[in-house]
């Protein structure tokens, strides 16, 4: 064990490696982010910093005092009440006390409130219910509160919804019937974002949270990005966080474009120029945890993602650091050594507005 | 998990300045450097004092734009809000509807 650092495997699995291990993985992360997405990769200095920060012996780390930055949720204050499988906790609170104790207790910078499936279709035949909370809870929450949830554009394909599913039709050759079914899905998801952004906005919603757009494909971020375009022009001062969900936005149809921009195949630094070009005032990164390479692998390579993007973006940009994402170990519970880090590097060295 | 980014990472929200400095991101797209030093120059502090709970503390019990602990009476909710909004100059969207309920219509 002498001379060796403890770290994590993408898993959380507790690993013990050498400093010139975690040099190789670090080097290596970088390189692979690079060479993917045709962006600088880190520069010695930083990739000896990070070394540091990985290497740091205390369990827990921080940023420098003054390079703080804000910290918005996808939803953390329904893990106090919430079950297992969203990460929460199970305290018997209602939404109104999670939201003020996540404020108050934790000393969050915002807050937010969003439905039990963390999506926006099942949403819409209790707007008004969502409403009423909302207004209700706005009304005695001091810092901004957020209403968030995902696109999921999942839920419009059969059996769960209208649209014959492309996953089926992919696998039976028919591709055009598989593209017109996402094409028909992502006119009714951006409806629905809309509906609901909308209705917030009655009562006196403070910002939207359009998180983990493109887990369905190419199609579901394209529906949020002309939802927040829609949005914009007729509510432009409705704040919106419009968060991806990969580093590389999965071309499942395949064409789609926005802007005359082919949305397949977007890394970061494209990703932040289309939802800047939307409209929206946040962009959140997202970069997925492999499971089987390191920590220091994973951060690298998130690093290197968030570090180009903030450097060509306009917008801020809050990297999402969920479990899973960005460098957090990907796991139900994950260990607070390896999250430090991964907050630390992605602010002093990814250059994060946020997180 | 996200308390281990807030102790890491995060501003501090309404502890320090974190509230403050996210209005501006919001409503503003400012990148963190500039929402900073544009709520610094409003409070009329130095950057560094922005997570400085010692100056925060007093500063936003004077301006009564909420504290962390409780103060019985001191405004918290939507009426501090509607004085972050004055301090910061920017539009709250609660606060604007709030003041439209008004009887006397806000003014």
């Not at chain 1, 917030?200 to 359009?210: A, D």
Request: include cysteine.
């Amino acid at each position: 064990m002498s001379g060796k650092i403890i770290t994590r495997m993408g898993d959380g699995e507790r690993v013990l490696l050498t400093r010139s291990e975690i040099k190789k993985d670090i080097e290596e992360g970088t390189k692979d982010a690079a060479e993917r997405a045709h962006i600088p990769p880190m520069t010695p200095e930083e990739q000896k910093q990070l070394l540091e920060i990985i290497a740091d012996p205390s369990r827990v780390v921080s940023v420098e005092r003054g390079q703080e930055v804000i910290v918005t949720d996808d939803g953390c204050s329904m893990s106090f009440y919430s079950g297992q499988d969203g990460g929460g906790v199970g305290a018997p609170l209602s939404r109104m006390q999670a939201v003020l104790v996540y404020e108050r207790a934790c000393g969050a910078d915002t807050t937010s409130l969003g439905h039990s499936d963390y999506s926006y279709k099942p949403v819409k035949p209790i707007i008004n219910f969502e409403m009423n909370d909302y207004y209700n809870i706005s009304m005695v929450s001091t810092a901004p509160f957020f209403y968030g949830a995902q696109p999921n554009m999942g839920l419009y394909y059969q059996p769960d919804g209208p649209c014959e599913n492309p996953a089926e039709l992919f696998s039976a050759g028919k591709i055009d019937e598989a593209r017109a079914a996402q094409e028909e899905a992502l006119q009714y998801l951006k409806e629905d974002l809309v509906f609901v952004a909308k209705k917030l906005s009655e009562v006196g919603c403070e910002g939207i949270n359009f998180d983990t757009s493109g887990s369905a494909g190419d199609a579901e971020f394209l529906a949020t990005l002309e939802a927040v375009a829609e949005l914009k022009k007729t509510i432009p001062d409705l704040p919106i966080l419009m968060g991806s969900s990969g580093e590389f936005i999965l071309g499942m149809h395949g064409e789609l474009k926005y802007e005359d921009k082919q949305l397949a195949g977007m890394y970061p630094h494209d990703q932040v120029k289309v939802v800047e070009s939307a409209g929206a005032d946040i962009f959140g990164l997202a970069v997925s945890t492999n499971t089987s390479k390191s920590v220091p692998w994973n951060l690298a390579r998130a690093v290197t993602f968030l570090k180009h993007a903030v450097s060509v973006a306009k917008i801020p940009i809050h990297a999402n650091v969920g479990m899973g994402v960005c460098g957090v170990p990907m796991m139900e519970q994950p260990p607070i050594d390896s999250v430090s880090r991964v907050s630390k590097a992605l602010v002093q060295i990814g250059k994060a507005d946020g997180l | 998990m996200h308390v281990a980014h807030i102790m890491a990472s995060c501003m501090g929200g309404i502890r320090t300045s974190g509230d403050l400095v996210a209005w501006m991101q919001m409503t503003h797209k400012m990148k963190i450097h500039e929402a900073k030093a544009y709520v610094a120059k409003k409070l009329g502090i130095d950057e560094e004092d922005l997570t400085n709970e010692e100056v925060m503390r007093e500063l936003r019990k004077d301006l009564g734009i909420g504290t962390v602990t409780s103060i019985a009476g001191s405004p918290k909710g939507i009426r501090a809000k509607w004085n972050v909004a004055n301090l910061l100059g920017v539009k709250i969207r609660s606060v604007e509807l709030f003041k439209s309920q008004l009887t006397f219509n806000g003014v």
